[in-house]
């Protein structure tokens, strides 16, 4: 089969190779093999790419950790299921591995490649803003690269659970991304002080809840404008700069840090990763959330795909599609 493959560490661009003959996956106990229909890119690709991410498969494997496939034999054959391959064998490539566990079937009302990219960035959204944050209806959300794959997410996500939701961007086309995914305010830090915005949209108040995949000036910022009993959930952190919070900051001004790292609740609580799962089938059947796929591209663009995501260079979602 056709795969992507990396045998060293290093930039997606520069290491990422294409190879044309290498053995299809032989799936293990409770594993299933399945054919490649599209593969979400994630910023954690490139990261796991250059050997900074926490998983770090050994050499040499197929990046790649979102999945919409169709089972290829065994008594599931034909079923269309969703979720993250066996590394090493990623998701880019026409075959991969899934573990029949972990699995989960693709919403009928989504096509493949917004099927795939429906479980990573919508159970990151998910577990943030309603396991860790507890958000409530009429509470102002905060969200942080809004116009991204999880930020895009979280933004649905909030107007489906009746907060009004003010979305942070880096220029005017992100901008008009976040303000067709049903933002109420949208803010291009770019062009206005996001702190000054949160700050007026409600009266001196500030956001009740922050979605922070950022990191860097994004949480300093965010910590000016988070509002008495506030939550900050630290998802991420894309600019590359771990903050260091000031905790007698957060004691004076009584909000709460909160940490989210949703892989593990694949190993701590997988129910509740499958009762998500549930829940955000059910809202992508009323329409309330629909992943945004700014663009489809084939396997053999994939290193360029993720070369842009992991440089801020896209909006939405970029899904690479099996030829």
Known sequence: MRAWQVRELGEPAEVMRLAEDVAR????????????????????????????????????FTPGVELCGEVADGPRRGERLIGNPVLPHGAFAEYALLDAATAFPAPPALDDAEAAA?????????????????????????????????????????????????????????????????????????????????????????????FDPVGGDAYTGSTKCIAFEGRIVVVGFAAGQVPTPALNHALVKNYTILGL???????????????????????????????????????????????RVAGGLSTGRIAVLAD
């Open 25 to 60: 996956p032989e799936p293990g106990p409770g594993q299933l093999l399945v054919r490649v229909r599209a593969a979400a890119v994630n910023f954690p690709d490139a990261l796991m790419v250059r050997g900074q991410y926490q998983v770090r498969p050994p050499l040499p």
């Open 261 to 307: 790292h949703w892989g593990l609740y694949n190993t701590h609580d997988p129910l509740a990763v499958r009762a998500a799962h549930h829940e955000l089938t059910g809202l992508a059947e009323q329409g309330a959330v629909r992943p945004l796929v700014s663009e489809r591209v084939s396997l053999a663009a994939a290193a360029d795909a993720v070369r």
């Open 118 to 210: 429906l479980h990573i960035g919508y159970q990151t959204a998910w577990f943030a803003l309603h396991r860790r944050a507890g958000l409530r209806a009429g509470e102002t959300l905060l969200v942080h690269a809004a116009a991204g794959g999880v930020g895009s997410a979280a933004v649905q996500l909030g107007r489906a659970a009746g907060a009004r939701v003010i979305a942070v961007v880096g220029g005017a086309d992100k901008a008009r991304t976040a303000a067709a995914l049903g933002a109420d305010l949208v803010v291009d830090r770019r062009a206005r002080d996001f702190v000054a915005a949160v700050k007026e949209a409600t009266d001196g108040r500030g956001a009740d809840v922050v």
